[in-house]
């Protein structure tokens, strides 16, 4: 016990636990500083839940970068929590994330998420850009519209209106990616529609087929009425 308190740094109120390569919180933490922590900082750990969190009833602000934590994340319920920093973790279903985020944090006004990838920030997705950034940030305040701060940008005025008039229709997805085909039982999976016959559908087994037409056109237009008959010279 002596040992892990001397890994904390504790600064009134403000505690931290940094670095320590910690899977979850330890039991001590909430034991010994749950009741007054105001401000806990937990960064640089492997972190892949959050469940210690309960003893600590009167956090304000809470530091969880650069950890582990993904989409099965849950937080106990925090009323006063007004700051969270989620960067650079697992997160990938941003309205799993906020809905949950709606239910148990009321207060929050500060959140950041950046490094995960339900945040599409062109840091960790060259594929996105400025409108996809913009878009999940309308978004998110659509869904937690009490923010102030988001990511490393305040809130303006603009961007709450837009997000309650129009965040419901800004989530960005990816499109899903094609299974490949040596996942098991990808054989197995129905093809797609084609008008082809059946014995043409498939790609890896698909042979030509060649063979001579015989073509007849009598039309006005065919070339039998360009002849000229000797009575009509």
Not at 93 to 119: F, K, M, R, W
Not at 146 to 165: I, N
Not at 169 to 191: I, T
């Amino acid at each position: 016990m002596a040992h892990s308190e001397s890994q904390v740094a504790l600064n009134g109120t403000q505690i931290s636990y940094i670095g320590h390569d910690a899977e979850e919180i330890p039991h001590f933490l909430g034991d010994t500083y749950g009741q007054f922590a105001k401000r806990l900082d937990l960064s640089f750990n492997q972190l892949r839940s959050l469940a210690g969190l309960k003893m600590f009833t009167e956090l304000e602000e809470l530091v969880v970068d650069n950890n582990q934590l993904g989409n099965d994340l849950q937080l106990p319920r925090l009323p006063n929590l007004h700051t969270l920093t989620l960067n650079k973790n697992q997160l990938t279903d941003i309205e799993a994330l906020l809905e949950h985020l709606a239910d148990v944090t009321p207060s929050l006004q500060y959140l950041s998420l950046l490094g995960n990838e339900a945040c599409p920030n062109q840091l960790i997705s060259p594929d996105k850009d400025e409108d996809d950034y913009q878009r999940y940030r309308y978004f998110v305040l659509h869904k937690l519209p009490q923010l102030k701060f988001l990511d490393s940008r305040k809130v303006t005025k603009k961007e709450l209106m837009e997000g309650q008039a129009r965040g419901a229709f800004m989530k960005v997805v990816k499109p899903k990616s094609e299974a490949p085909c040596n996942e098991p039982g990808f054989e197995n999976r129905p093809l797609p529609y084609t008008p082809l016959p059946r014995g043409s559908r498939d790609a890896k087994n698909h042979k030509g087929v060649f063979a001579k037409s015989h073509y007849i056109y009598y039309g006005k237009h065919s070339e039998g009425n360009r002849f000229i008959r000797n009575d009509q010279l």
